[in-house]
């Protein structure tokens, strides 16, 4: 399978099956299992500062930034806060692919960006007749979760320990 994709401007050209194979998702598939879940991915381009989800969305999509990057961006009612910037490799949106939970900020381009994309509903068609490669997707997702509450667990400490060393004085 050989699909390029162009899209407006942008000169980005990613086969699906090497954007899987080389995401978080593709880490433990074996050749003929990353052709299956291939099959049912598909890519997205997007134009620099254009939403891939606004803030409040329902989805039950996996993203996968293959290039660019995804701002998340949280409207503050006095302008837009940059919260975190997703990078090529980095999952989007893999807790409200779960349970569909409203997204807490939007998901802008910064740049030519290009996202690989895997519905919930297309990877429960596998559950039957592919329980491996739903057991293996279902592992890298939990993975990634668990390093984003690492992360976020370790910036609290130090935050605190920066707090209890100042004094509490901001």
């Given at each position: 399978?050989?699909?390029?994709?162009?899209?407006?401007?942008?000169?980005?050209?990613?086969?699906?099956?090497?954007?899987?194979?080389?995401?978080?998702?593709?880490?433990?598939?074996?050749?003929?299992?990353?052709?299956?879940?291939?099959?049912?991915?598909h890519l997205?381009?997007?134009a620099?500062?254009?939403?891939?989800?606004?803030?409040?969305?329902?989805?039950?999509?996996?993203?996968v930034v293959?290039?660019?990057?995804?701002?998340?961006?949280?409207?503050?009612?006095?302008?837009?806060?940059?919260?975190?910037?997703?990078?090529?490799?980095?999952?989007v949106?893999?807790?409200?692919?779960?349970?569909?939970?409203?997204?807490?900020?939007?998901?802008?381009?910064?740049g030519?960006?290009?996202v690989?994309?895997?519905?919930?509903?297309?990877?429960e068609?596998?559950?039957?007749?592919?329980?491996?490669?739903?057991?293996?997707v279902?592992?890298?997702?939990?993975?990634?979760?668990?390093?984003?509450?690492?992360?976020?667990?370790?910036?609290?400490?130090?935050?605190?320990?920066?707090?209890?060393?100042?004094?509490?004085?901001?």
């Amino acid at each position: 399978m050989s699909i390029l994709l162009l899209h407006r401007d942008l000169t980005l050209m990613t086969n699906p099956i090497d954007a899987l194979r080389s995401s978080p998702l593709g880490a433990e598939l074996t050749p003929s299992e990353s052709t299956v879940l291939a099959e049912r991915v598909h890519l997205k381009t997007l134009a620099d500062g254009e939403v891939l989800l606004p803030e409040g969305a329902r989805d039950a999509l996996l993203h996968v930034v293959v290039q660019g990057r995804i701002h998340v961006v949280k409207d503050s009612g006095h302008g837009r806060t940059i919260l975190h910037t997703l990078e090529p490799g980095d999952l989007v949106g893999e807790l409200s692919f779960m349970d569909e939970v409203p997204r807490y900020a939007a998901l802008l381009a910064s740049g030519p960006t290009e996202v690989l994309c895997l519905e919930r509903s297309d990877i429960e068609t596998l559950v039957d007749r592919e329980p491996r490669v739903v057991y293996k997707v279902m592992r890298a997702i939990m993975r990634v979760a668990h390093r984003v509450q690492r992360d976020i667990s370790r910036e609290l400490h130090e935050f605190q320990n920066w707090v209890y060393r100042n004094g509490a004085k901001l």
